[in-house]
């Protein structure tokens, strides 16, 4: 280890943006204050990503399929989730979360006073989104909404009583959801075709259903959040110096959409990382890191390094091949085409509805600190 290395590396109160920035320019692997080394820059993030005979995900004692699985185990698993996920399976959804998008934007414009883009927008539309995606009753938006915000305490607190708390909650919940479904006669919804798909010539286990929603949900909610804020955020202050900025991105084509929203995701990756374990003693970047340690994938600061991403200039195209977001190797995010069609739907019903789209004025966007990245709320007025 050099011995340059910083012992403790709590950031707390930080933007985690500018942390890891100052971070990165001198050190290419870190130890931070819970003794996880954390890995800073594209090249090593993308090489321990992509050798999971290395670097294990099997980081958790609870059940994760397929985020904990490794090797033949993962792909299996991987193999089936999939097919939930590809553009194909996901394309009748489009109207149902253009809908979604339409009825709330309206609603929210009959709203007095400055709308919060993270929470009123975001974790709102995430939620509809996902419940109308899956099947699940709309009775769960509220139990789920406070959910979120459950999740995001327990993730700011480090502790690890209160993440295995809302883990429970979050397992209950998805438990009655099943029972939900199970009693419905009309066509399947995706979680019924989850129960009744085959591995390996058996059904699911409950555990495994469960596990599976889990990580199509869990997470994901607060991620789908946290990037609508991100990309309103930048929405109001480019609109400031350009003005013509929503009539350029409707005459954008679908790619060149998708590709905008990940470069302004990119530059501010509120998906701040991934848990990894080392099998055997490993090398990064001349450091020294001992077998059976815990290592953080760090894709907000990979993203952002200089070295792959010139100045980080706005470059939607150029840096596509290289963008980071939705991670890279066997566990690459397999939720990708959802999470970027939602996205683009949500930008894409601004543009058409709130073309007066614009920052308050007297209320300030107000940062995510580390463990978290993005914004903690977003005012916007949207007439
Ligand atoms: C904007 C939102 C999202 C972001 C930024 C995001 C990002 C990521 C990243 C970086 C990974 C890699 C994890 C690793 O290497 O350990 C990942 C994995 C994963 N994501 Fe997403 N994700 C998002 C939305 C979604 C959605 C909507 C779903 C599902 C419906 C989803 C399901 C998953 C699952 C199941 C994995 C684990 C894959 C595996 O281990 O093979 N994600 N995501």
């Known amino acids: 280890m050099p011995d340059h290395m910083p012992e403790d590396l709590s950031a707390v109160g930080r933007d985690l943006r500018a942390f890891t920035d100052e971070l990165r320019s001198q050190h290419a692997v870190v130890k931070n204050n819970l003794g996880e080394w954390v890995l800073l820059r594209h090249k090593d993030v993308v090489a321990a990503a992509k050798d999971d005979s290395r670097f294990s995900s099997a980081v958790s004692r609870f059940l994760q399929i397929p985020n904990g699985l490794d090797g033949e185990e993962h792909s299996r698993y991987r193999a089936l989730i999939d097919t939930f996920l590809t553009p194909a399976a996901l394309q009748p959804f489009v109207p149902v ?37 899956l099947g699940w009753p709309s009775h769960l938006e509220q139990p789920l909404l406070q959910w979120m915000k459950n999740n995001h305490a327990a993730t700011r607190s480090g502790s690890d009583d209160e993440k295995a708390k809302v883990a429970q909650d979050f397992d209950n919940m998805i438990k009655a959801a099943l029972e939900h479904t199970a009693q419905k006669q009309e066509a399947l919804s995706v979680t019924q075709k989850l129960q009744q798909a ?6 699911l286990t409950e555990a495994e259903v469960v596990s599976i929603l889990r990580n199509w949900t869990g997470g994901d909610l607060g991620s789908m959040a946290l990037c609508i804020g991100v990309l309103v955020a930048y929405l109001v202050q480019a609109k400031e110096t350009n003005p013509h900025l929503f009539s350029e991105i409707a005459e ?9 929203i990940n470069e302004v995701l990119r530059i501010d990756c509120p998906f701040v990382s991934n848990r990894r374990v080392t099998r055997s003693p490993v090398h990064v970047a001349g450091v020294h890191i001992p077998a059976g340690a815990r290592v953080k994938l760090n894709w907000t600061s990979a993203n952002r390094d200089e070295s792959v991403f ?11 091949a290289n963008n980071l ?14 999470a970027t069609w939602q996205l683009r739907i949500v930008l894409m019903q601004l543009i058409r509805q709130t073309p007066q789209l614009r920052a308050d004025d007297s209320l300030q966007c107000i940062r995510e600190v580390a463990p978290l990245g993005g914004y903690e709320r977003v005012p916007v007025h949207f007439i």
């Open 97 to 133: 979360f253009e809908e979604i998008a339409a009825e709330l934007v309206q609603e929210l414009m009959q709203q007095k006073g400055p709308i919060d883009a993270v929470n009123d927008l975001g974790a709102v539309f995430a939620v509809r989104a996902q419940c109308a995606w």
């Open 198 to 203: 085959c591995l390996d010539g058996r059904l």
């Open 252 to 260: 954008f084509s679908l790619q060149q959409q998708e590709q905008f």
């Open 310 to 320: 010139a100045k980080n200039e706005f470059d939607p195209k150029g840096h596509a």
């Open 325 to 338: 977001v939705y991670g890279v190797g066997k566990h690459v995010c397999p939720g990708q085409v959802l």
